[in-house]
């Protein structure tokens, strides 16, 4: 299935995909026109249910009335969204606003920063409680009291996507995870600086069935091989220490060592391996001006290529 | 190629049509600003429109421009490309468009259209009822420009010129000779990876998902490929083709009381070369004793990952609780044919137990987690999660086998690896304040790897934090953590039959005594200013390893300040970090012997130890002025990290180890940043500008540069190599641009 060939399926689905894709995005943008709902304007207030309505919240809140319309709570053709409920996308959030309105005190409505984090969460996760969030609930962040406008925020994002408080991905994360962001001008990187990749890319900060909130797979090695395949193996032949975890040599934030590794080669592999021969040789000065084997270039993976896993007969000691 | 052509010329006629469709908008904003992401409680009272409307992320935008690069003498450019194309010429640089009803969104973008690095996405969101959304996402990988070899390369066969084996073989050349003359040519991994997603709501608490992603690799990349044990290793260019298709689909029902869920997932990986074969620079002719003319090694197989799973949560239930659980089956294979145990004529090599790999893995993984608020000011977490790696590949066994392609060796046995981990985790956490968090904790995790030298650990972790946020001028995270992990190593004659060290210990599953803490605080005296400090440090002990890592120290910590002087106007910044890392590591000389146990095998005088130190400096500095200078957006950054490791070895007094024990340099890295962006807004909808980086980065690696690794010199007479290596680089990139906003 999905072998290559000249033909290469593949590449012929790809481009067929994007295809419909491209075409279904202008059919829609096309039809767009014809059939566009009413505008989600001012919610009917209900002076029962203490609520007064958009319009009313947006006298003075003009700027974040506004917001509201460009993001997705404003579309109230989508009946999940705060604009469809009662009291319309400001009161659903905030609650009731009649009380403030009347007194014009700030601490007679909700503000998400004056209350605690979980219940600033609560009012989040009564709509946003599936699919990439349906991990949340006892999640690292949360254990934490991480509170969800710590890094979003409905109506002053400046992100493309996920509004978040800051530009990027990166700028958000960073500032509890300045370790792992200072990691990422290293020397041995991921391509998460030149803007390929993102904390995202392989975290799920809502999080996850997956070790340290890895977003895919249920291992740290599973998460690794959905972008590096060729290693996942199994293989005949396999390095007990690759198979169980890519991390007991790799550093997938950065590192000062090719390949990221966590430390040099041979020094590395000697942490394991030590028996006779050349595996618990010193490897000093004098072994590399010798132009050793053993030290130059790769080092142990010179004749250990396969280090990863061999699929040969002759793979036993990942020479082949 | 005619791919990428078709998706340029796709997105450009959207975006045309949406410019029509759109009238002039009359708000002048800017790209976007890095502001601090501190939210400090304020009033919102009404203000001037201009100064109060936020920074929308969608912005319509088309980016042209003219670039060039500037090298310093000898410059590493494939280093200072890497991941990037920064080839000179006209940049179609970015493509921003967004259009937005009540009923849909339409968004499209491109970046570094035309160049390696491009990228095209496209999102449509019909609000309620489907999105659909694709990407082309292309990665390069650079390793160099500069690398030299003398292999020609056909369909994984590398082939030398005729009559150099031959000569190498007689002596009637030398390598350094041959290899000089060796072609230079590019290294290059190029990654291709075309996604599309789509979820449909047939109804408003119903999901169905597709997923496709297509990962693309070719090119080539550095390999070495031995002859013999004491032979020269050999360092080719191995061609690269491999294919990654993943497809998902899932069904789910969600609302306020909870969700159900069913997947699929499917992973199909194809590699168009199983196995490469490369010349012997030394021996043209094979011998079965002399060495083969040729040498065979299997590359990555053609693997499938096939995996269903179901999860489920409830909410609302007595005291705020909420269970949520998650079960998922899968199988991995890999059933690849099996290359020849050796391409060397001369050797006679045993039959092969079987002919194809047949390797199978059963996975098993389940996740239950309950959560529950009895009381505003108590929260309790419970979470157990399982994880089982079943290899079921049957044993692959040979009375004889081929090492190298060189000689017939001895018998051989696979050792199929199966794991299974259980870890069960609870918190309690206490808020004696509404902004206040005071938590413990404990987590037991037990892991079986029967086929390891420590079948089974058991670890045990404690941990209590304390979180302080929602102040507005001040907030603090801490946390602290011990784990002790234990286990029965195997049977120390066992160890000794393999050869090792009974003492040895397997870091990742040896015992160990861990400790770490990690703080972030935040002080923000003004609304328009705050500081922020963060610290960690880790400490692993291996109380019954005396050799193999014995320990490892990490202390890292930062301290930077954001200020905002003027909202979406004036924002500038600056951070310094520190990351250092100490391990200590112990082994025992022994030289070979062929039979029994080498003399120092038991003797204390043989020990020697490495310790390695790794320190980082990172220092990251930034400022945006937008419309400071009227109709005029300045942003300048500069960026430092400059990281130093080095190994240092020592010997017990009366030494028997055979060492000189001269120093290693240590390994250096520093790299420069600084980046300057202007840009004029001559009108609301055009602005012109320019931008100026540079870039220097200085490397000394002991192993991986320049100078050990140049091919063919007297520096590596014993290994053929391509010269691919860490070399400093300084770059100074100019960028003139137009920018049209609507």
């Known amino acids: ?320 | 190629m005619r791919t990428r052509l078709f998706v340029i010329g796709a997105a450009l006629l959207l975006v045309s049509a949406g410019a029509r469709a759109q009238g002039p908008r009359s708000d002048d904003r800017g790209t976007g600003a890095p502001g601090s992401i501190n939210d400090p409680q304020q009033d919102t009272p009404k203000q001037p429109a201009s100064a109060s409307l936020p920074e929308f992320g969608n912005l319509n935008r088309i980016d042209i421009g003219l670039r060039g690069t500037t090298y310093g003498d000898r410059s590493d450019q494939a280093r200072f490309q890497r991941y990037r194309d920064m080839s000179d010429g006209g940049t179609l640089d970015a493509i921003r468009y967004f259009k937005d009803t009540n009923a849909f969104s339409l968004k499209l973008q491109g970046d570094h259209v035309g160049y390696e690095d491009q990228r095209f996405y496209g999102a449509y969101n019909n609000f309620g009822r489907v999105k659909a959304s694709f990407e082309w996402l292309q990665v390069p990988l650079y390793y160099s420009g500069t690398t030299q070899s003398l292999y020609t390369t056909n369909n994984g066969k590398l082939s030398l010129p005729s009559g150099v084996q031959l000569a190498l073989q007689n002596k009637t050349t030398t390598l350094a000779n041959v290899v000089s003359t060796a072609p230079a040519f590019d290294m290059r991994v190029k990654r291709g990876n075309a996604s599309a997603n789509l979820v449909y709501n047939p109804a408003p608490d119903v999901d169905v998902r597709i997923m496709f992603l297509n990962q693309n690799r070719s090119g080539s990349q550095p390999l070495s490929g031995p002859f013999g044990f004491s032979a020269m290793p050999d360092e080719i260019a191995v061609p690269i083709q491999y294919n990654t298709t993943d497809f998902g689909t899932s069904v789910g029902y969600g609302s306020a009381k909870g969700f159900v869920k069913l997947a699929y997932e499917g992973s199909f990986f194809r590699n168009d070369l199983n196995a490469v074969t490369w010349a012997n620079p030394l021996r043209a002719i094979d011998s079965a004793t002399a060495g083969p003319a040729n040498g065979s090694m299997s590359l990555a197989p053609d693997t499938d990952r096939n995996t269903v799973s179901a999860s489920a949560g409830l909410n609302r239930l007595p005291g705020r609780t909420h269970l949520t659980g998650f079960l998922s089956y899968g199988v991995l294979s890999n059933n690849d044919t099996l290359i020849p145990w050796t391409v060397n004529t001369a050797l006679a090599a045993p039959a092969l137990p079987r002919t194809t790999a047949d390797v199978t893995a059963h996975v098993t993984a389940m996740n239950f987690t309950a959560t529950s608020r009895p009381l505003d000011q108590l929260f309790f977490n419970a979470r157990y999660r399982e994880y089982k790696y079943d290899n079921q590949t049957p044993l692959f066994i040979s009375a004889s086998s081929i090492s190298y392609d060189y000689s017939v060796g001895g018998a051989v046995e696979t050792e199929p690896l199966s794991y299974t981990r259980h870890t069960f985790d609870g918190d309690m956490t206490y808020s004696p304040f509404r902004h206040m968090g005071i938590r413990g904790g404990y987590t037991f995790a037990a892991n079986d790897q029967p086929e390891r030298w420590v079948p089974t650990t058991h670890e045990n972790i404690g941990r209590a934090s304390i979180d302080v946020t929602g102040f507005t001028y001040f907030s603090a995270r801490a946390i602290y953590e011990y784990a002790k992990k234990t286990g029965d190593t195997i049977d120390a004659a066992e160890i000794l039959a393999f050869g090792e060290q009974p003492k040895l210990g397997h870091y990742d599953v040896a015992n160990r005594n861990r400790q770490r803490t990690s703080g972030v605080f935040t002080l923000t005296p003004f609304t328009a200013v705050s500081f922020t400090g963060t610290i960690g440090w880790l400490k692993d002990e291996y109380p019954a390893s005396q050799f193999g890592l014995t320990n490892n120290e990490n202390l890292t910590y930062s301290i930077g300040f954001d200020a905002v002087p003027i909202e979406n106007h004036l924002t500038f910044g600056a951070t310094y970090g520190r990351d250092k890392t100490d391990a200590a590591q112990g082994s025992r000389y022994a030289a070979h012997v062929n039979s029994g146990y080498p003399p120092t095998f038991f003797n204390p005088l043989a020990d020697w130890w490495d310790d390695s130190s790794d320190l980082g400096h990172a220092v990251d500095v930034s400022a945006d002025m937008l419309k400071v200078i009227p109709k005029t957006d300045v942003k300048l950054a500069y960026r430092y990290s400059h990281t130093d490791s080095s190994y240092v070895y020592s010997v017990r007094a009366g030494t028997v180890v055979p060492t000189t024990n001269v120093p290693l340099a240590p390994v250096h890295n520093e790299l420069n940043r600084g980046t300057m962006d202007v840009m004029y807004h001559i009108t609301s909808h055009l602005g012109a500008g320019m931008v100026y980086w540079y870039d220097s980065y200085s490397v000394n690696d002991f192993n991986m540069g320049p100078l050990p690794l140049a091919p063919g010199t007297a520096a590596s007479p014993t290994m053929m190599m391509i010269g691919y290596n860490y070399r400093p680089y300084t770059a100074n990139t100019f960028w003139g641009r137009l920018t049209y906003f609507w």
């Open chain 1, 1 to 320: 299935m999905w072998k290559r060939s000249d033909g290469n399926p593949a590449r012929l689905l790809v481009t067929a995909l994007v295809l419909v894709g491209v075409m279904a995005i202008g059919v829609g943008a096309a039809n767009a026109g014809k059939s566009d709902p009413k505008p989600s304007g001012p919610a009917a207030s209900d002076p029962a249910a203490g609520l007064v309505g958009n319009e009313t919240c947006a006298t003075c809140h003009e700027s974040e009335g506004k917001s509201m319309e460009h993001s997705l709570h404003g579309k109230a053709q989508d009946s999940r969204t705060p604009s469809a409920k009662a009291g319309g996308s400001c009161e659903s959030c905030h609650g009731p606003g009649q009380k403030h309105v009347d007194s014009g005190n700030k601490a007679d409505i909700r503000r998400f920063n004056a209350i605690s984090a979980r219940e600033a969460n609560e009012t989040c996760l009564s709509c946003h409680n599936k699919n990439a969030h349906e991990q949340w609930q006892g999640s690292m962040h949360d254990a934490r009291n991480v509170s969800c406008v710590s890094c979003h925020s409905a109506h002053s994002y400046k992100s493309e996507k996920a509004q978040l408080k800051t530009v990027t991905v990166v700028q958000t994360c960073e500032t509890c995870h300045k370790q792992e962001a200072m990691k990422a001008q290293r020397s041995g990187h991921m391509p998460v600086r030149e803007g390929k990749m993102e904390c995202t890319t392989c975290h799920s900060p809502h999080g996850s069935t997956n070790v340290r909130m890895l977003k895919a797979g249920n291992t740290i090695n599973e998460a690794c091989t959905t972008c590096h395949a060729e290693k996942r193996g199994p293989y005949l032949w396999e390095h007990a220490a690759v198979t169980e975890n890519c991390a007991s040599c790799h550093d997938p934030h950065g590192s000062n060592n090719d390949r990221m590794l966590v430390a040099k080669t041979p020094m590395l592999c000697q942490r394991c391996h030590v028996s006779s021969g050349h595996p618990p040789t010193v490897y000093d000065g004098q072994q590399l001006a010798n132009a050793s084997n053993r030290m130059l270039g790769r080092s142990c993976v010179n004749c250990h290529a396969q280090i990863h896993g061999s699929n040969s007969p002759a793979g036993n000691r990942f020479i082949r």
